[in-house]
């Protein structure tokens, strides 16, 4: 790691000032950050703690409208018994990443503002609909997610929350990357208000997206025979050591019914 | 550089460390406290693990400033004097460790895990939250083994105390 | 059986320390004055060095030493060596090229170590290591030996010609083309066995310190033989005679054989301690690890096996190359020769046999042995064959193993072992019974109704352990015999420390040694402490690999505790006025045979330190040496049996069960060699499913960390059902086998010939990742 200067924000307005200095960056649970910095492939003049800000913490359910504060971690995100009730899916999901360590720390507004290709929230967020709400602004999910590590947010700017309405069904399936266990494919199904949403982590060349086809064939049925047959195509999927193209395409139909089952279960 | 100000092991400590360097790197080389072992650098080995704040989190990937002022239990720390840890028993009741190197941070997740899991344990559910710690040489089994044997004693223990209360 | 004697489950005693975090490792030692260390490493494959440019480095922030491969020539510091010559076909010398602790010239690998900077924090370390300027031109890189021994592929060494290292041969190329040719059927497959990372969970670490008031070094190193380590660096490297040497193996966090070698890291970092003046600490990143260790396996082979009408085996024909990486590490030659090809005949009776092994430089990492080190390559191949044939024959793969199993011991090989005792049937009836062999069609019946894909799997392995004669490995060119030491020494009040030159890195020798001193005086095991791994204490030592510690190790000691028994019994006679054949040791108790006369063990031992009253002419102490050199190798066997369910739709493979039936012999501590069992098969099952290293066209290596290499995890494993049997060894006094490879080794195609039973395929792949499972049912449908 290089030499880094360390912050602890007492609030978010006391963490955008700090963001001004250098090439500050914001540090959550630090489960990706730290990481890359140990590594060297990130090199932060400064770190704004905000992982301890209660203004970010918690999970508040208010009859259909779920809002979640973006320094909650992982864990707390999927042992909220609220949240569980309102949408299981999306405790679920979060009980699906990382490890129990990992989950301890990470947090749900670390996760969204890196944007990983792999991650797990890019997918349930753009699933349902979600708003991402900033120190300055709302984002709408669909307009969020930019591409791999790229996202909608501006320099000094901080997601304090996310905010979404519960669906009346969804679910998450992941397939993990034997190693990293990261999703090699995670697909997330809702039906909410809006009619059907379905995105895909892990697969895409431009990270997480919407997957028309699935979204088309669930709006007529939304029942896990409504894929059969359903080819998804390659073209635009990664391809590594550890799953062509092909397998995960593959692997997004399978994924989906499955999830489609699990929503209905 | 930066003050770091801790409780480990129920001792208040404080020091000075650069902000770079890792909570793991402060215990082992500021306190001593080489239990805790480093395996990886991407943080899937669970070498690492201890406690912060009540929580079972790996110490390579936390710095140690982030941590000042959080209370941290190390597997110095886990045993009442002399007496053993439920879990460090049944490590060794079970043969659940050979080289030694994971299973500080085996313990720590341990006991972290049963702690969670007050309805008790199955093998499946062990095995899925071992997922951040690696073990090279047991294979798991007796890990597995020794995990459902220290959840089931520390079940009967609570029960034992309630009991005792009552 | 006492309680805490030979065959007893009794718990480690050296738990304690690790279960409260009082191991001490390499990483743990703290000398004053200490610095640390980093390598700047080649980046590239293939490449001539240029220019080294340290002065910026130099100039950072704490640091104290920036050296180069150039500076440690001056100092007359050594090349590496392989130690164990190998003659080609035609009767010429190994060609090895040189290898220096820190590149000169040319790099050959990436991760090839090539300056050393010695900083007060190995953060400023690693500072400055990236401010070290190096000029390379770069040069085409091969990393496929079947690519690198092609006319026109890039040439690593100037010694070895096509990158050739050697073209070897066993056994009887004549005869075994006869049986071919006159077979009823031949059974022809190509095995491809997957390059491992070994990945010991304790990174290799080397600390160094020169004491220039004593001229004297000291190296505390992730060793799995501390003795070995200063012979070679005191014959060969030239780091300092061997009384000014001492190498210290503390805690050592897994080894499986990455250990072994003598790395060019501790040696640089003893050197560099004395041109610095400080001491110096290195430990690897994990990332380190998996570019510097030395890796496993890598082979590539052709096989054919001939059978007569009634399904015997007539002649089994190798054709194998083993990419040994880019230098040749301390065993590298003998693993894909001698630790391989003679264990071509399995556990089957094999009239004639040839293989051929070519062994070839690639720019890749050097490979080495890796727990089992040539014998699961050997097994893998047969027992797929096996499978494969059984298929093609139509009769089922336990028959036909049955049928070809060899009976009656001893047995000589066609490929130099003499086997000297097993019942393969016995282990292989264990196996089928506890695996419910019978009931599988059921179970596949079934899973098909669920729609997974069920499969069932044998591998019947032998292995040659306990390494070894020490005359045999010698002709065989061996630089060193293969024996082991011990020293027992009785204190004055009956305590006892044995000093062993075997090393515990995980196996529990602490224990299980000590529980053959309990069985021979009853002295409880707390009271016998095993001192190892530092060459000030123990004079001399070959170590531990090749599942030798309790062949070798154990009967050394046992070797040294006949003399200890006798000289106490002399003395006991004499304190006892009773002749010394009536003397018996039970229980901590001295007695005489038939009465009730008897000494406690302490006051014998006593005697022997007081001296006030003992047999003319004997000298006073309780102290004795042993040397020990196996009459023959160990043949530890075992059939294991897999049943997997695979999901057709992603590909995952899921273990059903995993059976295990040895037989190591005779067993010390039967919970210490299940524990040894499970984590041999969990690293078998991550050979077959889960782990390889892979690397690009260019030499990078694409799994250099764990988001890349699967390490197996709990929940890729099943519980494991083993057992054991016993035909107890007849070639040491002991009767053990060894267990610490049998895992490893016996795993891999059993789980590979359930993949292929569940898929009604003939070859899939190593590791059977889900990607490429799914992959060949995809080819099948098409």
Redesign the interface.
């Known amino acids: 790691m290089y030499s880094v200067n360390y912050h602890r924000a007492a609030s978010v307005a006391d963490a955008a000032k700090l963001l001004k200095s250098g090439d500050a960056k914001l540090l959550s649970g630090g489960m990706t950050l730290i990481p890359a910095m140990k590594t060297r492939l990130a090199a932060p003049s400064d770190l704004v703690d905000v992982s301890r800000l209660k203004e970010l913490q918690g999970v508040k359910v208010s009859g259909k409208t779920v809002t979640i504060g973006a320094a909650t971690t992982h864990y707390d995100v999927s042992a909220d018994a609220n949240l569980k009730k309102a949408c299981p899916a999306l405790a679920h999901m979060a009980s699906l990443i990382g490890d129990p360590a990992v989950r301890y720390k990470g947090t749900i507004g670390g996760s969204i503002a890196n944007n990983d290709p792999a991650a797990d929230y890019p997918a349930a967020l753009l699933a349902l609909g979600a708003t991402i709400v900033t120190n300055k602004r709302e984002i709408a999910a669909d307009k969020f997610f930019k591409g791999l590590f790229e996202t909608a947010l501006k320099e000094g700017e901080i997601v304090t929350a996310v905010s979404f309405t519960a669906p009346a069904k969804a679910a998450y399936q992941k397939f993990r990357n034997p190693a990293s266990r990261y999703a090699i494919v995670g697909v997330f199904v809702a039906k909410g208000k809006d009619g059907v949403r379905a995105a895909v982590t892990g697969a895409g060349e431009d990270g997480v997206f919407r997957s028309k086809d699935i979204e088309a064939a669930l709006a007529k049925s939304f029942d896990a025979s409504a894929l059969d047959g359903l080819k998804v195509p390659a073209k635009g999927l990664m391809s590594d050591i550890h799953a062509s193209a092909d397998y995960r395409a593959n692997l997004i139909a399978v994924m989906a019914k499955r999830a489609v089952a699990a929503a209905n279960a | 550089m ?1 003050d770091v100000s801790l409780t480990v092991n129920g001792k208040r400590v404080s020091g000075s460390a ?3 360097t ?1 909570l793991v790197h402060f215990l ?1 080389e500021n306190l001593g ?15 690492c ?1 201890v406690h912060v704040d009540g ?4 110490s ?4 140690a ?2 941590a000042s002022g959080s209370t941290i239990v ?3 720390g ?2 009442d004097g002399a007496e ?1 840890h439920p879990v ?1 028993a049944a ?3 079970h ?1 659940g ?8 941070g085996m ?1 720590m ?1 341990a006991t ?2 049963i702690a ?1 899991h007050p309805e008790g344990l199955d ?1 499946a559910t ?20 020794a995990i459902l044997a220290a959840s089931e004693t520390m079940a009967k223990g609570a029960k034992g105390k309630a009991k005792q209360a009552a | 059986m006492g309680i805490e004697g030979v065959g007893a489950r009794v718990a480690r005693k050296e738990d304690k320390r690790f279960i409260t975090g009082g191991g001490r490792y390499v990483d743990d030692m703290v000398v004053p004055g200490m610095k640390h260390a980093v390598f700047v490493r080649s980046p590239h494959a293939h490449a001539q060095i240029k220019k080294i440019d340290v002065k910026k480095a130099q100039g950072m922030p704490g640091v104290v030493g920036v050296l180069t491969g150039k500076e440690l020539k001056a100092d007359g510091i050594g090349n590496l060596i392989c130690g164990w010559m190998i003659h080609s076909k035609d009767g010429t010398p190994m060609k090895m090229g040189a290898w220096s602790p820190l590149a000169v010239d040319k790099v050959r690998y990436v991760g090839d170590a090539v300056v050393i900077v010695v900083a007060d924090t190995k953060g400023q370390a690693r500072d400055a290591a990236e401010a070290v300027e190096i000029t390379y031109k770069e040069l085409k890189a091969v990393v496929d030996a079947t690519k690198a021994i092609q006319p026109g592929a890039p040439q690593i060494h100037a010694e070895s010609d096509n990158n050739l290292i050697f073209d070897w041969e066993i056994g009887d190329a004549k005869a075994t083309d006869a049986a071919i040719k006159s077979a009823a059927h031949v059974t022809r497959m190509k095995i491809v066995n997957n390059r491992l990372v070994p990945n010991a969970m304790e990174p290799r670490a080397a600390l160094g310190h020169y004491d220039k008031a004593e001229d004297h070094y000291t190296c505390w190193t992730t060793s799995q033989n501390p003795h070995v380590a200063r012979l070679v660096m005191s014959a060969f490297y030239n780091v300092a005679p061997e009384n000014k040497l001492r190498v210290i193996a503390p805690d050592v966090g897994g080894g499986f054989g990455s250990k072994i070698y003598i790395y060019p890291e501790e040696i640089v970092c003893l050197w560099a301690s004395k041109r610095t003046g400080v001491p110096v600490k290195w430990v690897a990143d994990r990332t380190e690890s998996f570019l510097a260790d030395a890796h496993g396996r890598d082979h590539v082979s052709m096989v054919e096996m001939a059978f007569d009408k009634d399904n015997r085996i007539t002649g089994l024909k190798v054709d194998t190359i083993a990419n040994i990486g880019a230098y040749m590490s301390l065993f590298s030659s003998c693993v894909p020769t001698y630790l391989y090809a003679t264990l071509l005949s399995g556990q089957y009776n094999i009239p004639a046999i040839h293989a051929n092994v070519r062994t070839v430089y690639t720019n890749t990492a050097p490979v080495d042995a890796y727990r089992g080190a040539g014998r699961p390559e050997a097994t893998y191949l047969l027992e797929r064959t096996m499978e494969t044939a059984a298929r093609e024959l139509g009769v089922s793969p336990a028959e036909l193993r049955r049928k070809n199993f060899i009976t009656s011991f001893p047995h000589q090989t066609p490929v130099i072992m003499n086997y000297d005792a097993g019942d393969y049937n016995a282990s292989l009836d264990a196996a089928m019974k506890a695996a419910d062999y019978a009931g599988f069609t059921k179970r596949k019946a079934d899973a098909a109704k669920r729609g997974k894909l069920r499969g069932i799997g044998m591998s019947c392995y032998i292995e040659a352990c306990g390494i070894a004669p020490s005359a045999a490995v010698g002709s065989l060119g061996a630089g060193v015999g293969l024996w082991e030491s011990a020293e027992v020494r009785v204190n004055a009040v009956g305590t006892i420390e044995v000093l062993t030159g075997s090393h515990s890195h995980g196996q529990g020798h602490e224990t299980t040694f000590a529980q053959l001193v309990n069985q021979r005086f009853g002295v409880p095991i707390d009271s016998v402490s095993i001192v190892h791994g530092d060459t000030d204490k123990v004079q001399m030592g070959m170590g531990t690999y090749g599942s030798r510690s309790g062949a070798v190790g154990m009967s050394a000691i046992a070797k040294a505790l006949d003399k200890v028994e006798a000289k106490a019994k002399k003395i006991a006679a004499h304190l006892l006025e009773a002749d010394e054949g009536d003397i018996v040791i039970e229980n901590g108790e001295v007695k005489v045979a038939g009465t009730d006369k008897s000494l406690p063990w302490f006051q014998v031992a006593l005697a022997a330190y007081t001296a006030h009253n003992l047999p003319a002419g004997m000298e006073p102490g309780l102290k004795e040496t042993a040397f020990y050199d196996p009459a023959n190798f160990t043949f530890p066997a075992g059939c294991y049996i897999s049943e997997v369910e695979i999901d057709p739709e992603t590909g995952v493979t899921d273990i059903i069960q995993f059976v295990a039936a040895d037989d190591f012999g005779n067993i010390i501590n039967p919970m210490i060699v299940e524990g040894q069992v499970h984590g041999g098969i969990a690293q078998g099952i991550g050979q077959a499913l889960l782990e390889g290293a892979h690397y690009d066209g260019n030499g990078q290596l694409l799994t250099a960390s764990y988001m890349d290499y699967t390490m197996p995890r709990a929940g890729d494993l099943p519980s494991f059902k083993v057992s054991t049997s016993n035909t107890p060894c007849p070639s040491n006094p002991l009767g053990i086998k060894g267990c610490g490879e049998a895992g490893a080794i016996g795993s891999p195609p059993a789980i590979i010939n359930a993949i292929t039973d569940a898929l009604g395929i003939v070859e899939i792949a190593m590791p059977a990742s889900p990607a490429t499972v799914w992959a060949a049912i995809r080819a099948k449908k098409h």
Not at chain 2, 127 to 135: A, K, M, Q
């Open positions: 930066s650069e902000d770079r890792l082992r406290l080489t239990g805790t072992h480093v395996g990886c650098d991407t943080s899937q080995c669970g070498a693990v929580r079972a989190v790996k390579c990937t936390m710095l400033v982030q190390t597997i110095e886990l045993a053993l460090q490590f060794k009741e043969h460790l050979q080289c030694g190197f994971c299973t500080p313990i997740t972290d895990m969670r093998e062990v095995r899925t939250e071992l997922e951040g710690n690696i073990c090279r040489c047991t294979g798991y089994h007796n890990i597995v083994k």
